[in-house]
């Protein structure tokens, strides 16, 4: 069941960046920070499309926090122009009342 239900907390962060909504990413990461956030808005208005693939490459649940590890890759278009970003990605989840919920995240270039 936690597997689940941090599959659903990542698909919900997939979810809010292919909507471009910045409500939505809040949902799924309460923690992010005033400046993630604007970083992120800015990305949203500026982008016409957003698409992006998450493969999982590891998770590790402790209790009540939990460590993924994932291949991701976002593919922007923006202003007529097709940008695709590899990057390895570690999510940090903390369970909330029942959900698991981002509390941050990592990146690091894509090889």
Not at 7 to 14: C, F, I, R, T
Request: positive net charge.
């Amino acid at each position: 069941m936690d597997l689940q239900n941090i599959h659903a907390a990542l698909s919900g962060y997939q979810q809010a960046f292919e909507n471009r909504n910045i409500d939505q990413l809040r949902r799924v990461w309460p923690s992010i920070t005033k400046q993630e956030a604007d970083r992120n808005q800015q990305s949203f208005r500026a982008a016409s499309q957003i698409r992006m693939k998450l493969s999982e490459k590891s998770v590790n649940i402790a209790g009540d926090s939990a460590l993924v590890e994932c291949a991701q890759t976002i593919e922007i278009v923006a202003g007529g122009n097709r940008q695709t970003v590899p990057n390895n990605t570690t999510f940090s989840l903390q369970r909330r009342s029942g959900e698991w919920v981002i509390a941050r995240i990592s990146y690091g270039k894509s090889r």
